[in-house]
């Protein structure tokens, strides 16, 4: 099965060593509004293995999320833009400032990609597939 996905790459960067210090300061704030941590992978796991992307999309998560919109509030208009042009999701990718879409096709990743590049929220989009073959060896045709 084969999952569709939109990346959206920022205009700046982000420092990973601030998105860290953020979360921490994030959890030891009283008040901190954070969304619950995953305590049980099995859902994901079935939705992975599952391959239908409209079970995948709710359980889509990232701890670091928080802190990197904390730090570059831009990236929700990022985000709300990938959404109402047809994601099924969209999450910070690891620290940021990236952000991925999960699409329902191809098709839909395509315009979903389309709709970033021209809403100026980003820098540029790549459209993705995967999962794909992990790094192997590729034998030298020259031998």
Excluded: K
């Excluded at 099995?42 to 992975?48: G, R, S």
């Excluded at 959404?83 to 879409?101: D, M, N, R, W, Y």
């Excluded at 979903?112 to 794909?132: D, F, H, K, Q």
């Amino acid at each position: 099965s084969t999952f569709h996905w939109v990346l959206a790459f920022a205009q700046q960067g982000l420092s990973t060593p601030a998105v860290f210090g953020e979360i921490d300061r994030l959890r030891e704030s009283p008040d901190r509004g954070l969304p619950p941590r995953l305590t049980d992978v099995e859902p994901v796991l079935a939705a992975l293995a599952s391959g239908d992307p409209q079970e995948l999309a709710p359980l889509l998560g990232n701890d670091l999320q928080p802190a990197a919109l904390s730090l570059r509030s831009d990236l929700r208009r990022t985000l709300r833009a990938g959404e109402e042009a047809g994601a099924l999701a969209g999450i910070v990718s690891g620290s940021g400032p990236t952000c991925a879409f999960l699409c329902a096709s191809a098709a839909d990743a395509v315009d979903v990609g389309t709709a970033l590049s021209g809403a100026g929220v980003c820098r540029t989009v790549r459209v993705a597939s995967g999962p794909v073959h992990g790094a192997r060896v590729v034998p030298d045709p020259m031998r």
